[in-house]
C-alpha cells in the first residue's frame, strides 16, 4: 500500500475570461491529487490527512472513496476546510492565493505508526508548510524513513503561503535525508536554489525534474541522467500534472517492485526512460481537462 500524506482542500476555479468569472469549486491540493491519480492507476492507497465535518469535506473524502482510496485513517474535525482560488493564465498554467487560517488540515496530528501493508509513504505542498501541521507531517516523514519505509517528497513551493523563504529552504535541506525520491518542478528547482547532484548528496536516491512541456528528467545517484520529452496535447489548464507524475512514478515504482532505494539503481536506463515516459503520458492527459482529472489505468496503456 501507499500511504499519501497531506492536505486536502477546495480549488476555486474560474471557468472563463476574468478573475471571478464563474468560479467552480474543484477537489484539490497536491497530496489529494495524487491519492486518487493512484488510486485510478489501481495501487492500493490510502490517505493521511485531517479534514473538515463541512459539506467540502464530505466531498473530498467521496471523491476519494471514488477512486478505491482508503480513507480510514483520515483524522477529522469542525474547521473549515482550506480554500484555494485558482488563476489560470494564456498558457494554462495555474497561480494560487490560500484561504488557510483555522482550517481543519492544519490541525492533523502524526499517527502512532503506519499500517502494517505501507511500501511507501508521499509527502508534500503545503502541508509541509503550514503550523502546526507541518511538524506533525515532518515527524511522520522522519519516522518512516526510519523504519525503512520509501519516502517520496514533492515540495510544490507555494511562495505566497512561505513567510521566510531562507527559512524554508533550509527546513527543506533537512528533510533530504529521510527521503528516498525527490520530485520537483523546475520552477521549484529554481526557487529552491539547489541543485539535483547536491540534493543526491544529502539523502534521495533519485531526483525527477519536470519541465512542463518540454519533459521529465531523473538525475540518480551513480551519476546518471535521463530525459524524455514531454506528451503533446492541447493544454486545458495544468491543474494537478504534477501530483499526476508524483503517482505515476509510485505505481510504477510499485508495478516494478522498486519502492526501495536499493532497488532504484537496479531501473537502469530502460526503465527510467519506461517510467518517465508513462508519467509523461499520465501528466499530458490531465493537462488535456479541465482541473484535476488524472487518467485511469485503461486511458495510460502499460507501463
Not at 39 to 49: E, Y
Request: net charge negative; charged share 20%.
Amino acid at each position: 500500500m501507499i500511504i499519501v500524506a497531506g492536505e486536502a482542500l477546495i480549488d476555486l476555479v474560474p471557468q472563463g475570461a476574468g478573475a471571478l468569472a464563474g468560479l467552480k469549486p474543484a477537489l484539490g491540493g497536491g497530496p489529494y491529487n495524487t491519492a486518487v491519480a493512484l488510486g485510478r492507476l489501481g495501487s492500493p492507497t490510502a490517505f493521511c490527512s485531517r479534514t473538515s465535518y463541512d459539506a467540502f469535506g464530505e466531498a473530498l473524502l467521496d471523491g476519494l472513496r471514488s477512486a478505491g482510496v482508503d480513507v480510514s485513517g483520515v483524522q477529522r474535525g469542525p474547521e473549515p476546510t482550506t480554500l484555494a482560488v485558482a488563476t489560470i493564465d494564456a498558457h494554462g498554467s495555474a497561480a494560487y492565493s490560500f484561504y488557510v487560517e483555522g482550517t481543519a488540515d492544519r490541525l492533523f496530528t502524526a499517527p502512532d505508526r503506519l499500517p502494517a501493508a505501507a511500501r511507501a509513504v508521499s509527502f508534500g505542498t503545503c502541508s509541509l508548510v503550514l503550523e502546526p501541521g507541518a511538524s506533525a507531517y515532518e515527524e511522520l516523514m522522519r519516522t518512516a524513513a526510519a523504519q525503512g519505509v520509501f519516502t517520496a517528497l514533492d515540495p510544490n513551493i507555494r511562495a505566497g503561503l512561505i513567510p521566510d523563504p531562507d527559512a524554508y529552504r533550509a527546513r527543506f535541506k533537512s528533510w533530504l535525508p529521510s527521503v528516498s525520491l525527490l520530485k520537483l518542478s523546475e520552477e521549484d528547482a529554481q526557487w529552491l536554489g539547489g541543485t539535483p547532484r547536491e540534493w543526491l548528496a544529502a539523502g534521495p536516491a533519485a531526483v525527477v525534474i519536470t519541465r512542463g512541456g518540454d519533459g521529465l528528467t531523473v538525475f540518480t545517484r551513480d551519476g546518471a541522467e535521463h530525459s524524455v520529452p514531454g506528451g503533446k496535447v492541447d493544454v486545458v489548464d495544468t491543474i494537478g500534472a504534477g501530483d499526476t507524475v508524483n503517482a505515476a512514478l509510485l505505481h510504477g515504482l510499485a508495478t516494478a517492485d522498486a519502492l526501495s532505494p536499493q532497488a532504484l539503481p537496479a531501473l537502469g536506463e530502460d526503465g527510467w526512460r519506461r517510467l518517465l515516459r508513462f508519467a509523461a503520458r499520465a501528466a499530458a492527459i490531465t493537462c488535456s481537462r479541465a482541473g484535476a482529472e488524472p487518467p485511469f489505468a485503461s486511458e495510460l496503456g502499460d507501463l
